[in-house]
């Protein structure tokens, strides 16, 4: 009870004069940015974006004053890639909006090859995930297009979307193409591993105009899709690639290099036996800081050291959950938490929920550091942010206190109620 409120009496103090001016004094500030961690310091927010950040600061008149008492801020953290506002109930098909499936429109196209689909536009900002996930901490999530059984390894486009609840989404512009390769998806590509390859180089050469014509036997793609797709090409847009085996992100990078993709690693269990080659190409990985033992004959070396091994060897390194990611956002903190304790720097892991996501997608001269001129994503913590013993007290966005609630705690409020004159699943009156 005292964490909630807590979490009331932060969100009426910022709540005061504007929903969008505070000044949150005494924190231990993880700033994730060049100013490293401040101890005791203050952070002014105006109009919903950072104007200071150091100690003593002053509230201007009008501002709400919020003490930290010395706990940690940081922030609004990556959920990683999700389907946050895609997906309500796994179970249930018609709450999936994630997946394509397509047949054939006209002869000699196979249809489900469809890079021009785009997640995005069936993201669901009321969704019972959004507060469930936002008041764990976490502001923003990547929406990642998936391959459904009978779809294409090419899955289609995905984006950066803020937790706020609007139906703005103000990262639209920033799309990334997802593609999904392995060994459990060879059976979409001829039941073999070198097909998936084979039909990726085709694709990108029907997307230069280099293979065969639009619409005739054999072409993978539509008029649509070849213009996506080389909306891709030469580093124009970035290209996330699910991949684990270490040969096979090999095979990617040697594919990046030759046709200038602007490249980011999910998966990559086997990502640490191939760390100096991604340092040198200056790739991302995202990683599941929870993968050892191997789940397929694709990660058979996967390890708890690999975050660990990557950021020594230079690599970008941030955090992403195979299976459930989209019910199970809140445990990220955790892939990173396990990450640092097994050889990943604090600050290193941080950044993997912050700096390095923002990087990675476009996304860092708005998110993933407190610094002047950021926009007022910001997380105050009971402690340290990466140990899942503490919590977040307060989120706000734009400077806006979150209301700290969700499905999941007023069903928690309702049926711990005392007893009363109705059952418990009554609201109380």
Request: hydrophobic share 45%; no cysteine; net charge positive.
């Amino acid at each position: 009870m005292k964490r909630i409120a807590l979490s009331l009496a932060l969100a009426a103090a910022s709540l005061g004069a504007s929903a969008q001016d505070l000044l949150i004094r005494g924190a231990t500030v993880h700033t994730a940015g060049p100013q490293g961690t401040l101890r005791d310091a203050d952070v002014l927010v105006q109009g919903g974006v950072i104007r200071a950040v150091g100690p003593g600061l002053s509230a201007p008149a009008g501002v709400a004053v919020v003490d930290a008492r010395g706990r940690p801020l940081t922030p609004g953290l990556f959920a990683g890639l999700t389907g946050i506002g895609l997906e309500e109930v796994s179970a249930e098909q018609p709450t999936n909006d994630t997946t394509v499936v397509l047949g054939a429109p006209a002869p000699g196209i196979v249809a489900q090859t469809r890079p021009e689909f785009d997640v995005t536009l069936a993201y669901n900002p009321r969704s019972t995930l959004v507060p469930v996930t936002r008041i764990e901490g976490l502001t923003y999530t990547v929406l990642a297009a998936g391959t459904a059984p009978g779809g294409s390894i090419i899955a289609g486009q995905g984006g950066a979307v803020r937790l706020d609840g609007g139906y703005e989404v103000p990262y639209a512009g920033r799309r990334a193409l997802f593609v999904n390769l392995g060994g459990a998806l060879a059976a979409l590509t001829g039941n073999s591993r070198a097909g998936q390859y084979l039909l990726l180089q085709q694709a990108i050469d029907e997307a230069r105009g280099r293979g065969l014509p639009a619409g005739s036997q054999g072409a993978l793609l539509t008029p649509a899709g070849r213009s996506t797709l080389a909306g891709y090409l030469d580093r124009r847009g970035k290209v996330v690639i699910t991949v684990d085996r270490e040969a096979d992100i090999r095979q990617v990078l040697k594919l990046a290099e030759r046709e200038k993709l602007d490249l980011v690693l999910t998966g990559a269990a086997e990502g640490w036996r191939v760390a100096r080659e991604l340092a040198a190409a200056k790739v991302p990985v995202f990683v599941d800081g929870l993968a050892n033992l191997p789940t397929s004959f694709d990660s058979l070396a996967a390890t708890l050291e690999n975050a660990a091994r990557l950021h020594a060897a230079g690599v970008p390194v941030s955090f992403t959950q195979g299976g459930d990611a989209s019910h199970n956002a809140r445990k990220v903190r955790q892939l990173a938490g396990n990450a640092v304790a097994h050889g990943l720097p604090w600050e290193a892991g941080l950044a993997g929920l912050t700096r390095v996501p923002a990087e990675a997608f476009g996304l860092a001269d708005r998110l993933g550091s407190i610094e002047v001129g950021k926009r007022a994503d910001l997380v105050l913590w009971s402690g340290d942010p990466l140990d899942v013993a503490h919590a977040a007290e307060q989120v706000w966005i734009d400077g806006r206190a979150i209301p700290m609630r969700s499905r999941q705690t007023e069903l928690r409020d309702r049926y711990l109620r005392a007893p009363g004159p109705l059952p418990r699943a009554y609201p109380a009156r």
